[in-house]
């Protein structure tokens, strides 16, 4: 599995050279559903990968800032 962890970032930086830039690129969503998955993504959101995978813009900005020390 992939961007689903807190070790993701800090693992994957150590395989970047000084001053080298880290693209990504990933599903996300604006805000966390938490219990409230609108109905029309329900079908997906059943599978365990999904919920574990697709985060909102606050648990990724936590991260990177995790990451990067700040």
């Known amino acids: 599995m992939f961007g689903d ?5 800090p693992n994957s930086i150590l395989y970047v050279k000084k001053d080298g830039y880290v693209a990504v690129s990933f599903p ?3 805000y966390e559903f938490g219990e409230n ?3 029309e993504m329900q079908p ?3 599978e365990p990968l999904v ?3 697709v ?3 606050e648990w990724l900005t936590q991260l990177f800032r995790h990451a ?3």
């Open 68 to 70: 990067a020390g700040i």
């Open 37 to 39: 998955v609108p109905p």
């Open 51 to 53: 919920a574990r995978c």
């Open 55 to 57: 985060r909102g813009m």
């Open 5 to 9: 962890n807190a070790e993701m970032l």
């Open 28 to 30: 996300g969503l604006k």
């Open 44 to 46: 997906f959101w059943a």
